[in-house]
């Protein structure tokens, strides 16, 4: 790491840990500005904070630097998509060499056809890959080409599975999960969605009893619902109910590919998916979206000597676009080099083990759910199994901790949800740190 960087590090973990933050005015006048053009001065809902939100500068490392010039070490990491940390210096490199060559083509290019057969070599029971510009369309055209292949429409998804804003899928992700999920959204859209109880093998034979289902799409690690691994032998029933009844099972990888293991969560849990969804960490910090599966199921996508009605459609301007494949391409080979899963799967194990340890010292519910480089802190008094049990938590109290964490320098989204992704680039003293801060608030919530 380019010295500028750990020096910056170093500052917020020196510290004091009363240290509060500087004034936020710039972040002010930005959001005045802001919310003038944009509604709410922003581009996402869940970057939102009372009574606006910060707006950021630059990011470096573990670290981000908001316009006001105040230093976070961040736990948010790009949604989860910077596994390397802000800015990695190979991927930067890489990122201007390739803008000197032009940063969209609009035709096939070299990293593109890389970076399609490096994904093949690593995910499991992934022949074919094709690219898209964000999670939210891979799933929406994976809901396409899984219904074009079984020729069935109904497609289950959990309770509490956040696949991004595509229509079909943006069902029953918060509670109450019969509730509809946005404006706009009509339910002939939604009717052909069915929801499944995560880790509730009742759940998904009710469900498949029920239903002639064309595919289950399910994450291995229910990432919005509360960061929740599959049970194995629950997700082993999913995979022989699919089986048993010619069900696509697509496992929604955008959080955990590439970061739970090299393979995801296939490779983690060892089960078998028949589609996979991919995004964030495969393009490196530019925006991307992927999904993959067996040749015979993505040779619908194949246009050549086939009627209109008989290819599933997938396409767009940006799609492989050579700035986005080259900063994936990038990121994974560091990836394989490093093969950071281990020190991952120790260091989250461990935090999470410090944490709950924390809770009993004091005496309030801590309950913290994990894979490899992510996890979360519930105040509740078991490690919840789904959705509704995230949903049950201490929910003032995770609001609470969110903003002594952001007054310590310590930032992740959102206030709602503890949730917290791990990079290469966070140090064993910044993950102490951490631990602190939410040991200081532990004793601030039991003087309420
Ligand atoms: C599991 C999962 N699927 C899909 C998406 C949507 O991806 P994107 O935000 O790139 O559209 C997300 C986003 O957080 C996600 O967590």
């Known amino acids: ?121 690593i995910v499991p029971n992934v022949d074919m890959v094709r690219f898209t510009n964000s999670g939210t369309e891979a799933n929406m055209y994976v809901t396409r080409l899984v219904r074009a292949f079984t020729h069935r429409e109904v497609i289950g998804k959990m309770e509490g599975g956040w696949h991004g804003g595509f229509d079909s899928l943006q069902k029953g992700v918060h509670l109450p999960f019969d509730g509809k999920e946005s404006a706009g959204l009509p339910d002939s859209q939604t009717s052909d969605t069915v929801l499944i109880r995560f880790n509730d093998e009742d759940s998904l034979k009710d469900t498949f009893e029920s239903h002639e289902l064309a595919a289950v799409v399910v994450e291995p690690v229910l990432g919005t619902g509360g960061i929740v691994p599959a049970e194995k032998s629950w997700l082993r029933l999913l995979r022989r109910l699919c089986d048993e009844s010619g069900t696509l099972l697509i496992f929604d990888e955008v959080i ?9 969560g296939q490779e983690y849990l060892g089960v078998n998916a028949d589609l996979v969804v991919m995004g964030k960490i495969m393009g490196g910090g530019m925006p991307v979206g992927a999904f993959g599966g067996s040749r015979e199921i993505m040779s619908l996508l194949d246009h050549r000597n086939k009627r209109r009605d008989e290819v599933v459609f997938h396409g767009g301007t940006f799609a492989a676009n050579p700035m986005t494949m080259t900063a994936g391409l990038e990121t994974i080979e560091i990836l394989e080099k490093e093969k950071p899963y281990g020190l991952f799967e120790r260091e989250t194990e461990e935090t999470a083990r410090k944490l709950e340890d924390l809770g009993k010292d004091r005496g309030i519910n801590v309950s913290v759910t994990h894979a490899p480089a992510v996890f979360a802190v519930h105040f509740m008094d078991r490690k919840p199994r789904n959705a509704s049990e995230t949903y049950s938590g201490d929910r003032g109290r995770t609001e609470r901790l969110h903003q002594w964490m952001l007054k310590n320098g310590i930032i992740y989204v959102g206030k709602d949800m503890a949730h917290f992704f791990l990079s290469t ?6 993950i102490d740190r951490l631990v602190d801060v939410f040991d200081s608030f532990l004793l601030e919530e039991k003087k309420r």
Not at 44 to 60: K, N, Q, S, T
Not at 425 to 430: L, T
């Open 1 to 121: 790491m380019p010295e500028g960087e750990i020096s910056l590090s170093q500052k917020v973990i020196r510290d004091d840990i009363e240290n509060t933050l500087m004034e936020l005015k710039r972040s002010k006048e930005y959001f005045e500005r802001a919310e003038k053009v944009m509604p709410a001065g922003i581009n996402y809902a869940i970057r939102w904070l009372d009574p606006h939100p910060v707006y950021m500068h630059e990011g470096h490392g573990s670290i981000v630097t908001d316009v006001d010039g105040n230093v976070y070490t961040d736990y948010w990491m790009g949604h989860g998509a910077l596994i390397l940390g802000h800015a990695r210096r190979e991927v930067v490199d890489s990122l201007k060499a390739r803008a000197e060559l032009g940063t969209h083509l609009g035709f096939p290019n070299e990293p593109m056809v890389e970076l399609a057969e490096r994904i093949v070599s």
């Open 256 to 264: 955990t590919g590439f970061r739970i293991a090299l393979g995801g």
């Open 425 to 430: 680039a966070h140090s064993q003293e910044e």
